[in-house]
């Protein structure tokens, strides 16, 4: 399922087959277990635009509603 959000739009200008190069070059998804890289980058990039200042309101913004994020899940 697609949501169409601010965040999947301003993630669409990405060029999604050189972000998994990068990905795969640099092997940053090699010991990842729960976050991998285009989700964390989602979740930073989400976390900017709300101006959320530290990783307490990341941590509360990401557990407090699944459903309101679940843009977020998609990435």
Known sequence: MKFNTI???ILQ????TEFDKAIKSL?????VK???TKRLFGL???A???QKDSL?????MNSSSKTCYMHLMQV
């Open 13 to 16: 200008f990405l060029p999604q």
């Open 27 to 31: 092997k940053t998804d090699r010991y």
């Open 44 to 46: 930073h990039l989400y």
């Open 7 to 9: 965040l999947n739009q």
């Open 48 to 50: 900017q635009i709300r």
């Open 34 to 36: 729960y976050f991998k």
């Open 56 to 60: 307490r309101d990341i941590k509360i």
